[in-house]
T-cell receptor, first 115, second 115 residues
């Protein structure tokens, strides 16, 4: 069992739909991440939140909108996605201590299919 | 920019044989290095990490890796492969300071274990 929980596990949506992905952790981590992973490829970083504030946006299209309502929860709001956005979306979390790199812990992901 | 190179996108070993997965990093300053494993339809699980303490790092499931600065390498090994080790393995790097704890992944190595 992973300590980072992602829901839903699978999502199929049309290009005009609005949906959200949810990620939750209760390890007291203050850094949370969204990654996109295409088949047979490594994860690609999308966003980083540190202490509930967006610290990194890797030039992600605006049809992806992240939100961090509190220190345990991370959402990814989806709107008007394209077929090429179909992928596994992974959430991760880590401790965030200045000067000490902590490993990231990953959830099992949401497999997203865009029709 | 830091990067890692994983030599061999596919590695096949017999059950009971030595597992060797190669990872070389590119950085002017030794970074922090990680090995992650990804089983089908799952997220990434941390196997082990190098954070400038001991150069020989022991991880979970009998895996270990040795940091060699002179060779800029961090190869993953396991003395005896088991069928359950079949998975995708990613080497990843993050700078010791700065960069917001961004992980940069290698392209991955698919490990196949045969009877």
């Amino acid at each position: 069992d992973t300590e980072v929980t992602q829901t839903p596990k699978h999502l199929v949506m049309g290009m005009t739909n609005k949906k959200s992905l949810k990620c939750e952790q209760h390890m007291g981590h203050r850094a949370m991440y969204w990654y996109k992973q295409k088949a047979k490829k490594p994860p690609e970083l999308m966003f980083v939140y540190s202490y509930e504030k967006l610290s990194i946006n890797e030039s992600v299209p605006s049809r992806f909108s992240p939100e961090c309502p509190n220190s345990s929860l991370l959402n990814l709001h989806l709107h008007a996605l394209q077929p090429e956005d179909s992928a596994l979306y992974l959430c991760a979390s880590s401790q965030d201590r200045t000067g000490v790199r902590q490993p990231q812990h990953f959830g099992d992901g949401t497999r997203l299919s865009i029709l | 920019a830091q990067s890692v190179t994983q030599l061999g996108s596919h590695v096949s070993v017999s059950e009971g044989a030595l597992v060797l997965l190669r990872c070389n990093y590119s950085s002017s300053v030794p970074p922090y290095l990680f090995w992650y494993v990804q089983y089908p339809n799952q997220g990434l699980q941390l196997l082990l990490k190098y954070t400038s303490a001991a150069t020989l790092v022991k991880g979970i499931n009998g895996f270990e890796a040795e940091f060699k600065k002179s060779e800029t390498s961090f190869h993953l090994t396991k003395p005896s492969a088991h069928m359950s080790d079949a998975a995708e393995y990613f080497c990843a790097v993050t700078p010791i300071t700065g960069g917001g704890n961004k992980l940069t992944f290698g392209t991955g190595t698919q490990l196949k274990v045969e009877l």
